[in-house]
T-cell receptor, first 113, second 115 residues
Framework: KQEVTQIPAALSVPEGENLVLNCSFTDSAIYNLQWFRQDPGKGLTSLLLIQSSQREQTSGRLNASLDKSSGRSTLYIAASQPGDSATYLCAVRDSGGYQKVTFGTGTKLQVIP | GAGVSQSPSNKVTEKGKDVELRCDPISGHTALYWYRQSLGQGLEFLIYFQGNSAPDKSGLPSDRFSAERTGGSVSTLTIQRTQQEDSAVYLC?????????????FGEGSWLTVV
């Protein structure tokens, strides 16, 4: 059974800092990994999707990396801004079966002005 | 449609009543997921549809919960005899299956409060 863990559960940083959020998964047989952000009272917004054959994806100030063999992904946020404050979740899609999607519990980020 | 649409966005119901939550996925998306998120908690998987069939309904918490999907499009999640612990936001998501990326797109959720 796939298990996805995100550390830390919460993070508070001053504006302008670069930061790294971590996601680890137990079964390396994955199809892809997706990072989302969730604002309070809202649904989930997709940030980046990394295919299992890829090592990283970039979008603006965000960079996500994937090390499938070690079961890890990181989301790097450069020059953080107060508007980045949200909960960040990673989701892993298995490569077998019907490609079940398993979510981590999230990292709640607060960027202090 | 342009995105995943869920209705109602907010629902307050009395304990013991039945509720229906609707999800309209992105046009052409064959995969559809329902998740539940209680206040301050992570996402709890409920059920997955591929087309009109549900190969994985292992997350439905009790027999009071059921879901169906018709025409490979709209899905309805029904909760019978609601209990206070059913209060949560119910999130629907859809994606293409077997196509490039398989990016999952979420709706804004249906916020259910059982009083």
């Amino acid at each position: 059974k796939q298990e996805v863990t995100q550390i830390p559960a919460a993070l508070s940083v001053p504006e302008g800092e670069n930061l790294v959020l971590n996601c680890s998964f137990t079964d390396s047989a994955i199809y892809n990994l997706q990072w989302f952000r969730q604002d309070p009272g809202k649904g989930l917004t997709s940030l980046l999707l990394i295919q299992s054959s890829q090592r990283e994806q970039t979008s603006g100030r965000l960079n996500a990396s994937l090390d499938k063999s070690s079961g890890r992904s990181t989301l790097y946020i450069a020059a953080s801004q107060p508007g980045d404050s949200a909960t960040y979740l990673c989701a892993v899609r298995d490569s077998g079966g019907y490609q079940k999607v398993t979510f981590g519990t999230g990292t709640k980020l607060q960027v202090i002005p | 449609g342009a995105g995943v649409s869920q209705s109602p966005s907010n629902k307050v119901t009395e304990k013991g009543k039945d509720v229906e939550l609707r999800c309209d996925p992105i046009s052409g998306h064959t995969a559809l997921y329902w998740y539940r998120q209680s206040l301050g908690q992570g996402l709890e998987f409920l059920i997955y549809f591929q087309g009109n069939s549900a190969p994985d309904k292992s997350g439905l918490p009790s027999d009071r919960f059921s879901a169906e999907r018709t025409g490979g499009s709209v899905s309805t999640l029904t909760i019978q005899r609601t209990q206070q612990e059913d209060s949560a936001v119910y999130l629907c998501a859809s994606s293409l299956q077997g196509a490039l990326g398989n990016t999952i797109y979420f709706g804004e959720g249906s916020w259910l409060t059982v009083v």
